[in-house]
């Protein structure tokens, strides 16, 4: 067994990660956590179990992992959840990986965030070199937030979005449509978004884990959503991109971004650079199939790092073409069984 002097070996692989269909694997999503302090209706049951402690990676574990993709040439690694920030002593992780921004080969460390933390963390978050990061607001109604979180606290989050725009951080608002309840409130909270700086994205609700309602009532195709857009806003097609899924248009009323995620009316596989790495360790190359790989087994084996770069290589030799997403009333199942909260959002 070699041991790895500091979190790669010089033996490590460096070649690219090409998947079957040509496309370059440039951008790794890493769920540290599965825990969340709220519990979104479309994303979780109420009474979730979590995993046990026991099963996450060490913190330590996942900037050996993190590092082994930088290596192989992943130049953007979003944390998420669960919500990342509630992950006991996640700054270390940031801070070891905001150390690899530039010179180390990462170009951009980011995070998606409920806002709930953020007011303790930004300045910190900041200065670790995030620039970039994304906060999940589905309604400005602050009843209403109580109502899809079931634990959230609206003012918690629009102080945490102030924090962060103090300390210099970008903030992009994300927010899933769903029909009969906040398709009316988009256009309002598009342009206090704009007015504020704030990019926006809306998300269609996608068929993962086992929630409490049926998902075919709450199902808003965001093709309809942008037909209604337009009998009120001038929308127009630009070529900007964040390395995601999200398609953008400029309103011409607001000056501001407006990104489409739509993984059910309008498959965004074919330009896909991902994947998701669990707080477990296993690694999926597609958000919406079951098929992944188990580089935790990897970790504690060896600490050679030439069987972990190897473990990668095969995985993404198996990434597929796409997902098979379809919520409709014949298919009232999940596509997948894992929560969002699982695979990381």
């Known amino acids: 067994m070699n041991a790895h002097p500091g979190p790669l070996g010089p033996q490590a692989n460096a070649d690219p990660m090409i998947d079957p269909f040509g496309r370059m694997v440039s951008y790794l999503r890493v769920s540290v956590t599965d825990r969340c302090d709220f519990r979104c209706t479309y994303c979780m049951a109420e009474h979730m179990v979590f995993l046990p402690k026991k099963d996450l990676l060490s913190l330590e574990e996942m900037e050996r992992l993190c590092s082994a993709f930088i290596d192989k040439g992943v130049k953007k690694i979003r944390l998420t959840g669960g919500e990342p920030l509630v992950r006991h002593n996640i700054m270390y992780l940031v801070r070891a990986l905001g150390g690899k921004l530039g010179a180390g080969g990462l170009e951009e460390l980011t995070l998606t965030t409920n806002g709930s933390q953020l007011s303790r963390y930004a300045a910190e978050l ?139 009316t309008h498959n965004f596989c074919e330009s896909c650079n991902r994947v998701r790495l669990t707080c477990t360790g296993t690694l999926y190359m597609c958000l919406g199939q079951e098929d992944a790989a188990d580089l935790r087994a990897v970790l504690r084996e060896t600490d050679d790092d030439t069987v972990l770069s190897a473990a990668i290589d095969e995985a993404i030799r198996r990434k597929p073409k796409g997902h098979d997403f379809i919520i409709d009333r014949t298919h009232n199942r999940p596509a997948v069984a894992r929560h969002m909260s699982v695979t990381g959002g």
């Open 126 to 264: 900041a200065e670790c070199g995030v620039r970039r990061i994304n906060v999940s607001v589905d309604t400005l109604d602050p009843v209403k937030f109580k109502q899809i979180t079931r634990t959230g606290d609206l003012s918690k989050v629009l102080a945490g979005i102030d924090a962060a725009q103090a300390a210099g951080i970008h903030v992009k608002l994300n927010a899933v449509a769903l029909k009969d309840f906040n398709e009316r409130e988009i256009p309002e909270i598009m342009r206090w978004a704009h007015g504020r700086g704030m990019d926006m994205t809306v998300i269609e609700t996608m068929p993962m884990g086992e929630i409490e309602e049926d998902r075919t009532d709450r199902y808003l195709p965001l093709s309809e959503l942008r037909q209604s857009l337009e009998q009120q806003f001038t929308l127009e097609n630009i070529p900007y991109r964040t390395g995601g899924p999200a398609r953008y248009v400029e309103v011409a009323e607001t000056g501001g971004r407006l990104g489409f995620i739509t993984p059910m």
